[in-house]
């Protein structure tokens, strides 16, 4: 199994932007499609930006869109979350995923996901 950590997370004001790191172990994840999940104080964890294991291939929630960019680097084992132009509704403890398989209609749900990192705190002030 993949093991994943998070970082890059903290306190921003609105507007601002913040740069997500996930960096995985025990596995190269050049075989795994990777994905971001956010979940909000009291809410469900919910589907963010996923990016398919060449990198050839990004998906994101309508809430993000032209405002997150999801990249990787397999060689440094690691994949990205850009976030730009911050709303206070993006403040959520943001969590990286794995998995071998890619099913756009399936890879919206947390279940659908084998693999999870423990998550970075992301506050977004106004």
């Known amino acids: 199994q993949v093991q994943l950590v998070e970082s890059g997370g903290g306190l921003v004001q609105a507007g601002g932007s913040l740069r997500l790191s996930c960096a995985a172990s025990?596995?190269?994840?050049?075989?795994?499609?990777m994905g971001w999940f956010r979940q909000a104080t009291g809410k469900e964890r919910e589907f963010v930006a996923a990016?398919?294991?060449?990198?050839?291939?990004?998906y994101y929630a309508d809430s993000v869109k032209g405002r997150f960019t999801i990249s990787r680097d397999n060689a440094k084992n690691t994949v990205f979350l850009q976030m730009t132009s911050l709303k206070r509704e993006d403040t959520a403890v943001y969590y990286c995923?794995?998995?071998?398989?890619?099913?756009?209609?399936?890879?919206?749900?947390?279940?659908?996901?084998?693999?999870w990192g423990q998550g970075t705190q992301v506050t977004v002030s106004s």
């Open positions: 990016i398919r294991w060449s990198g050839g291939n990004t």
């Open positions: 025990g596995r190269t994840i050049s075989r795994y499609n």
């Open positions: 995923a794995a998995d071998h398989s890619w099913n756009i209609l399936a890879l919206r749900s947390p279940n659908y996901w084998g693999q």
